[in-house]
């Protein structure tokens, strides 16, 4: 069977490393798979970049992808907001009731993580001042109720100013 790859459509200007802010290099490109709801995947050919400072290597994925993860980002939100649930008939198998367990336990030993990196990308980016960052309002939860698409904004957050979020190991 062949893969249908399909081709993602970059920005022009490329983003300093994150890691040391050094300039980034086109390197080459690959495929990586997209898994949608209900097991269906296809192939998106992803750009890959090298620090030309720390010699860090970096994928530029689209917003339609979350890092380490196979389906989409609109999936995993779904099953994040309750949408997706394993008896609904379209996620039936896929993905699996592990899988969504997985993602729920991941978003949930990374709350803290998240609220951290948007409180510090609001302070240090937004210029919001140091009220953010000692404020007891909630910034993931205003985000989460106010967008749409908000998984994909807090990982672009996230990740574009150097931050990470741990895979939860069983």
Known sequence: MRKQAFLVKSSENVPACPCCGGELRYRD?????RKHEGGERDYLCIRRFR???????????????????HYETEVVSGVLDGIVKPEDQDSE???????????????QQNLANIEGFLRNAGYRYLGLGKDILFSDQSLLRTVRNNYLNWLEMIIRIIYNSGGFLPAFYW
């Open 29 to 33: 490109s690959r495929l990586r798979i």
């Open 51 to 69: 620090c030309s400072e720390c010699k860090c290597y970096h994928n530029e994925l689209p917003d339609v992808l979350l890092p380490y993860k």
């Open 93 to 107: 198998d896929y993905p699996s009731v592990s899988t969504m367990q997985y993602w729920l336990l991941w978003f």
